[in-house]
């Protein structure tokens, strides 16, 4: 089935960025392994990134890409019959192992599994901690890591912000380094750190070739601090996660 509902959506969203004139530049498709599982790594800046990502495996190799993705989005009406149709992951937050498990054996059949270390959307625009997860179903399923960095999504719809869906012009970058290929000796928690530097690197090189500019100075929330932007820094984020997390662990307490 998901060769019946993959392309279609493919199709769908090239279109949409068409009609919007979205100005997709694809660097690195030559590192899109042609065949056999990968660990798809991505930055996370918006709630559109799958879409991007996916894209780029897509046109660079015609991979599809099977993103774990939280449990909720399947028991959508919706997007529910679509997210297993292209045979994505669910994910139970209170229970990681069943979907881990599953993404091993996906990568192990020669697919590929897109991943968010971040697990959640950066409000800095930058990276946040990595978890482990990706390295270690590298590690277990014998496949490489392959970097991906997505700029100029977040001005479309993420965290905070009103949906712009209908924005029109935005450019987007999509940066896919070398594959990290695991050594036998390898530990996750190391080679997540050389996987993070080596993205730091990518994002740090899109933000600064990247063609858009801020339209006026109320346009510069997408923008990180450090490049004159006025999007919170890396602190400041984490404690709006930090309060965001205890908020709805204080709402769920009240529901009992």
């Known amino acids: 089935m998901a060769e019946f509902v993959y392309p279609p959506v493919i199709g769908a969203a090239l279109t949409a960025f068409r009609a919007l004139d979205v100005r997709i530049k694809i660097v690195g498709a030559e590192h899109i392994p042609a065949k056999g599982g990968a660990v798809l790594v991505s930055n996370h800046i918006s709630y559109l990134d799958f879409l991007f990502?996916?894209?780029?495996?897509?046109?660079?190799?015609?991979?599809?890409?099977?993103f774990m993705a939280k449990d909720d989005v399947f028991k959508h009406g919706i997007s529910g019959p679509l997210m297993r149709g292209m045979k994505h992951i669910?994910?139970?937050r209170t229970d990681g192992q069943p979907a881990y498990e599953a993404a091993v054996r996906a990568l192990k059949a020669g697919e590929v599994v897109g991943v968010?270390?971040?697990?959640?959307?950066?409000r800095s625009f930058m990276l946040k901690k990595f978890k482990t997860g990706a390295a270690r179903m590298a590690a277990d399923s014998g496949t490489p890591l392959l970097p991906v960095v997505l700029w100029g999504t977040q001005q479309l719809w993420t965290k905070g912000r009103p949906k712009t869906l209908t924005k029109r012009h935005v450019p987007v970058t999509i940066m896919i380094g070398e594959p990290i290929r695991l050594g036998p000796d390898d530990k996750p928690v190391m080679v997540t750190r050389k996987l993070r530097a080596a993205m730091s690197e990518m994002l740090d090189q899109a933000q600064r070739q990247y063609p858009g500019k801020p339209s006026g100075p109320d346009d510069t929330w997408w923008q990180p601090a450090h490049?004159?932007?006025t999007a919170p820094t890396l602190k400041v984020a984490e404690a709006e996660d930090e309060a965001?997390?205890?908020?709805?662990?204080?709402r769920r307490a009240a529901r009992g």
């Open 90 to 92: 669910p994910v139970d």
């Open 244 to 250: 965001e997390a205890l908020a709805k662990a204080e």
């Open 116 to 122: 968010f270390p971040e697990a959640t959307i950066s």
């Open 227 to 229: 490049l004159g932007g």
């Open 53 to 66: 990502a996916g894209l780029g495996a897509y046109r660079g190799g015609k991979r599809k890409t099977r």
